[in-house]
């Protein structure tokens, strides 16, 4: 079993940075997948970057490639997600989810993902 607690959202103005973390409870190094998703409201949850069993495989959703950069770091059980230039339709509450035995074809759906935390709200306004 493995839990994961979010951090680092906030409120920040158009243009803005934030860098949101995923801790776990327990080793999430290889053969984990951890990806980050958002949900707004009235929206279903998207997969927005994730890692596929390792630091070195990572994958971004259109929206965000370019701007968004996720790492990992196995020895602190934590993955980042950096979001630099954020726009209001950032806005969302983010989750980090994982799964020890995911397949590539299934790193963008949410259903396929065993633990996932809280959640922590990410706001874009000005």
């Known amino acids: 079993q493995v839990q994961l607690v979010e951090s680092g959202g906030g409120l920040v103005p158009p243009g803005g940075s934030l860098r949101l973390s995923c801790k776990a409870s327990?080793?999430?190094?290889?053969?984990?997948?951890v990806s980050w998703f958002r949900q707004a409201p009235g929206n279903e949850r998207e997969f927005v970057a994730g890692t596929f069993r390792s630091a070195s495989n990572t994958y971004y959703s259109d929206s965000v490639k370019g701007r968004f950069t996720v790492s990992r770091d196995n020895a602190k059980s934590t993955v980042y997600l950096q979001m630099n230039n954020l726009k209001r339709e950032d806005t969302a509450v983010y989750y980090c989810a994982a799964d020890r035995q995911l397949i590539l074809n299934s790193l963008r759906l949410p259903s396929q993902y065993d633990y996932w935390g809280q959640g922590t709200p990410v706001t874009v306004s000005s």
């Open positions: 327990g080793r999430i190094d290889y053969p984990y997948t």
